[in-house]
């Protein structure tokens, strides 16, 4: 049993197999949080104090005995509002009658075996059935709401997942303005918050700040989860680092708009609260309707940072995203975009894909600019049928030749837009999004459709469902392309335009529900501008998600760190593009490019027919590579060997198989120095008692100044491990190695 009922001590204790979560209903039936941190025993109640601050009121039937119980000082499960904890706010309803706040007692709790779901939102499954579920109905009867929290806990894989579900159980409308998923006080500790922010084409730039006294904030307002901040943050202890010390991540399974915050209150308390975007946000509940919250994702390691996202990749990979291809192979890809972006016909594109064909390709992308009249970024979204003038004959004849040399064929669409230069936009003009009477904000010259309605929702799954129906596609990848603003909808009456955001979120799970479901042998990677939807509502439809605009390897380097404290090698989308980049202009090895861009969404970005001989035989050796890592290197450990703020003139990380026989080593050399220090790394995650043979070492060679003393070819897994290993320097242009480890037969 995972979870744990105390009925004297009126505790219930969430036990994963190194951590242990605990909450205590009150004197009054308010519930506490009493403990969240490494794996214990006891009841947690007494490590508060229940002791008058000052100014931090006390419930009613409490005050005349004691002046030191108060919301405001306790941690609490599910703060209220409006009933006397000045601090973050998790829910807060209104009544028709204006009595607003949220003051919420226990009223009965159940535990069962399996894993909840929820209405109309993605949430973590269970396919090992190993999951437990723990509902805790508390109520404010004043108001007529009724909050269930939802939790289900995965002991194996340390992850416990939260949720609520809010219920008017009054007799006139309640509206709901503010439902956090998730409230996590800390009340002891020294925290820092590791979060992860950016803009186009520079997602996910991990930042790690010490908590200030004050909240904060940060979120997107941009009904995606956006390229500036991400729905994921781990607070950490001061002194936490790669390898050590406590940390706590929170992420957010949505990708809409949210808000997540971090409040350090009088007595040094943090409390931690993440969901829905409530500026703006409101949603009307009639007597017996409920309200389901997107769910989060909590996990507490006390070995640091990369055992934390460790157990996240795991969990993602295996228990939140459906798609076959999760867990499995996927085919290297070559994309057209940066090799002709809109200048293309067909001829030139089976051109491509036949050079593709020849470099080991097995899987050929038509990117944007093949439908309406699409040769620039102007006009044709929600025309989504051939641009006979590139392609005459339409896409059939096209995919034939595609096939025919023995590729897959995969597709772009972008169907959540429409551009005012379309048959689509003249026919439905109501269909995007606007406030009548002005006119709405262009952005890459389109407007957004209104997914809250059933007929655009019903017309987007028949377009791409038809596209799927009617040709040979192996692959999909779905872009968005602008952040929304201007939300009206004709279709919502005035007192419900506050639930617009979040209903158009909803479109799209349920637009993606059904796709994934009829179509589950179809890859589809998700993308937004690169990286603007990288959350974990996304990859619960998609196994990959093109991570960034940003094709530059040593730029991509800090974006998929980033990405990689929360989200798995495996859902990122990577290519090898052009040198010199067409982003930042920066030229760099063609190995080095390989060695960035070798996630599971590997592919190629770039026109084969510029590539020089040479160029093109280290391409299929780069691709024969990641065909034999490609498994371990999936399923595989993650390890980022340097720390964050580091000093340092290079980036390394490594890869560990489960089973601890094979690992791999990458370091790309950021900085190239006169006078370098030493290229020092201790490896991490071996077996010290195993002996590894190293391999591809010559893989380097070509960028030292002189033959590099040989290092011997055999080491013990202690030696990796504690002294480590002492690389020989490189010199030139963002040199690369990697490292290739076998456990040794003895
Ligand atoms: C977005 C994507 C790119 C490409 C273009 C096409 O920017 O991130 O990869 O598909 O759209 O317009």
Redesign the pocket.
């Known amino acids: 049993m995972s979870i744990v009922y105390d009925a004297a001590a009126r505790t219930i204790t969430l036990n994963t197999r190194e951590s242990s979560y605990q909450m205590q209903i009150g004197p009054l039936g308010h519930l506490l949080h009493t403990y969240y941190g490494r794996r214990a025993e006891g009841n947690f109640g007494a490590l508060h104090l229940k002791k008058d601050v000052g100014f931090s009121p006390n419930p009613h039937a409490l005050a005349a005995v004691t002046r030191g119980w108060s919301l405001d000082t306790l941690p609490q499960e599910l703060s209220g509002a409006n009933s006397g904890d000045f601090r973050t706010p998790s829910v807060c309803a209104v009544t028709e009658d204006g009595r607003r706040g949220a003051e919420l007692r226990y009223v009965r709790h159940e535990i069962r075996p399996g894993k909840y779901a929820l209405n109309g939102l993605p949430a973590a499954f269970d396919p090992a059935g190993e999951a437990e579920t723990l509902s805790v109905t508390l109520a404010d009867e004043v108001l007529g709401l009724e909050a269930e929290l939802l939790y289900a806990v995965y002991e194996s894989r340390d992850l416990i997942t939260r949720a609520l579900r809010l219920r008017n159980t009054g007799k006139g409308a309640l509206r709901l303005e503010k439902t956090a998923s998730c409230c996590l006080d800390l009340p002891f500790g020294d925290w820092d918050l590791l979060h992860f922010h950016g803009r186009h084409a520079m997602e996910r730039q991990p930042e790690r700040l010490p908590m200030m006294n004050g909240v904060m904030r940060l979120g997107s307002r941009r009904v995606a989860s956006s390229h500036q901040h991400n729905p994921f943050a781990i607070l950490c202890n001061r002194h936490a680092t790669e390898d050590a010390g406590d940390c706590y991540g929170l992420m957010l399974v949505y990708s809409g708009s949210f808000e997540l915050e971090a409040e350090k209150d009088q007595m040094g308390s943090v409390r931690l609260t993440a969901g829905l975007l409530s500026e703006g946000f409101s949603w009307t509940l009639q007597p017996g309707e409920s309200f389901d919250t997107p769910e989060a994702l909590l996990c507490f390691r006390h070995d640091g940072l990369n055992a934390l996202s460790q157990r996240y990749h795991r969990f993602l990979r295996r228990c939140l995203c459906r798609s076959p291809f999760s867990t499995a192979e996927r085919p290297v890809l070559l ?1 057209n ?1 940066e090799a002709t972006y809109f200048n293309f016909d067909r001829d030139k594109i089976l051109t491509i894909a036949r050079e593709a064909r020849d470099l080991g390709a097995e899987l050929f992308v038509l ?2 600019g093949w439908f309406g009249r699409r040769n620039d ?1 102007r006009s044709s979204l929600g025309d989504w049928f051939v641009n006979e003038e590139k392609l005459p004959g339409g896409l059939e004849p096209l995919i034939r030749g595609v096939k025919e040399l023995g590729l897959q064929f995969g597709l ?1 669409v ?1 169907p959540e837009m429409v551009s005012e230069d379309s048959e689509l936009y003249r026919a439905h003009p109501d269909w995007a999004l606007g406030v009548p009477g002005r006119e709405p904000a262009l952005s890459r010259s389109q407007l957004a459709l209104d997914l809250s309605r059933s007929e655009v929702t019903d017309w987007i799954y028949e377009t791409v469902a038809g596209l799927l129906r009617r040709y040979d596609i192996d692959y999909i ?1 779905w ?1 968005f ?1 602008r952040s929304l603003t201007d939300l009206y909808s004709p279709a919502l009456p005035p007192e419900r335009q506050g639930e617009l955001a979040h209903r158009c979120t909803l479109g799209l799970y349920s637009v993606l529900e059904r796709l994934t479901a009829e179509f589950p042998h179809v890859l589809f990677e998700g ?4 990286g603007g939807r990288f959350d974990a509502g996304m990859l619960a439809y998609f196994p990959q998600i ?1 991570c960034s ?1 940003d094709t530059d390897p040593i730029e991509r380097l800090t974006i998929q760190r980033g990405s990689c404290y929360g989200y798995p090698l495996s859902a990122v989308g990577a290519h090898v593009s052009a040198s010199p980049n067409h982003q930042t202009g920066r030229r760099t090895p063609l190995d080095t490019r390989a060695m960035a861009a070798m996630a599971s969404g590997f592919g190629y970005e770039l026109d084969p027919g510029r590539l020089s001989e040479e160029e093109k035989e280290r391409i299929r050796g780069q691709i024969r590579r990641f065909r034999e890592l490609e498994d371990f290197a999936r399923e595989g450990d993650l390890y980022r060997l340097t720390e964050l703020d580091d000093k340092r003139d290079y980036e390394a990380w490594q890869i560990v198989s489960e089973t601890k026989d094979e690992s791999l080593v990458n370091l790309i050399v950021t900085h190239p120095r006169a006078n370098p220090r030493p290229l020092h790394l201790r490896l991490k995650g071996l077996d010290p008692a195993a002996r590894y043979r190293l391999e591809g070492l010559e893989t380097f060679a070509a960028y030292l100044p002189e033959p590099p003393e040989p290092l011997p070819e055999i080491f013990s897994g202690a030696a990796l491990l504690y002294a480590g290993l002492t690389l020989p320097r490189m010199m030139g242009d963002y040199p690369c190695v990697q490292i290739h480890l076998k456990r040794a037969e003895d």
Do not use: I, R, S, V
């Not at 993308?527 to 690169?530: K, Y």
């Open positions: 994309n975009w990117d944007d970024d772009w972008e990848k872009d392309n993308c937004a501008g690169g093109w605009d």
